[in-house]
């Protein structure tokens, strides 16, 4: 079994609709959940992070973290074709630096 | 500022031959990191420098495989002899200071997309 799940897609959803990404896990010592955006030929880019569980937002982005369910989730509202990209959640335990990865969602919005 | 650079951005070789692929941090990252990404599948962790050492290499595959930092700035990560499961893109990461609650933004490179045949 993986240690992080993630629903490889594609997803494909209409200019300014609301999108939700997820991923479960189920290492328990993880401690931090990041979202990255990867641009075709790019490298991935950190876009949030979140430390433990709760919710965090910037800007038209939301992350949550559900650490009793092993859950997290990526927001994002009016949502832009500029947003069409792969979104990989990742995650890592305090004091070890390793970032372990889920698939990645294939996420297209239609103009 | 520069970003973290990877080279070759693609190379193909025959299986059996060794291939050495180069990364730059960005300037002043202690920390470097190796990842890999094989088809379908997703990425993993290989290693992580601090500085010239190695902090962690639970992620190497196996002795087929070897990555140096040689004073503690450019890395390369050599592949001898190359395999047909070795094919993937090869990502590069740097990070240097702690974000509040306590980690490293890992800043990564394009990556270089490995084609063994």
């Known amino acids: 079994q993986k240690e992080v799940e993630q629903d490889p897609g594609p997803l494909s959803v209409p200019e300014g609709a609301i999108v939700s990404l997820n991923c479960t896990y189920s290492?328990?010592?993880?401690?931090?959940f990041m979202w990255y955006r990867q641009y075709s030929r790019k490298g991935p880019e950190l876009l949030m992070y979140?430390?433990?569980?709760g919710n965090k937002e910037d800007g038209r982005f939301t992350a949550q973290v559900d650490k009793s369910s092993k859950y997290i989730s990526l927001f994002i509202r009016d949502s832009q074709p500029s947003d069409s990209a792969t979104y990989l959640c990742?995650?890592?335990?305090?004091?070890?630096?390793?970032?372990?990865f889920g698939t990645g969602t294939r996420l297209t919005i239609i103009p | 500022e520069a970003g973290v650079t990877q080279f070759p951005s693609h190379s193909v070789i025959e299986k059996g031959q060794t291939v050495t692929l180069r990364c730059d941090p960005i300037?002043?990252?202690?920390?470097l990191y190796w990842y890999r990404r094989v088809m379908g599948k997703e990425i993993k962790f290989l290693l992580h420098?601090?500085?010239?050492?190695?902090?962690?290499e639970s992620g190497m595959p196996n002795n087929r495989f070897l990555a140096e930092r040689t004073g503690g700035t450019y890395s390369t990560l050599k592949v001898q002899p190359a395999e047909l499961e070795d094919s993937g893109v090869y990502f590069c990461?740097?990070?240097?200071?702690?974000?509040?609650?306590?980690?490293?933004?890992?800043?990564f490179g394009p990556g270089t997309r490995l084609t063994v045949t």
């Open positions: 290492n328990s010592a993880f401690q931090y």
């Open positions: 300037s002043g990252h202690d920390n």
């Open positions: 990461a740097s990070s240097q200071g702690v974000v509040a609650g306590g980690t490293y933004e890992q800043y």
């Open positions: 990742a995650m890592k335990n305090f004091g070890n630096e390793k970032l372990t």
């Open positions: 420098f601090v500085k010239e050492s190695k902090q962690d």
């Open positions: 979140t430390y433990s569980s």
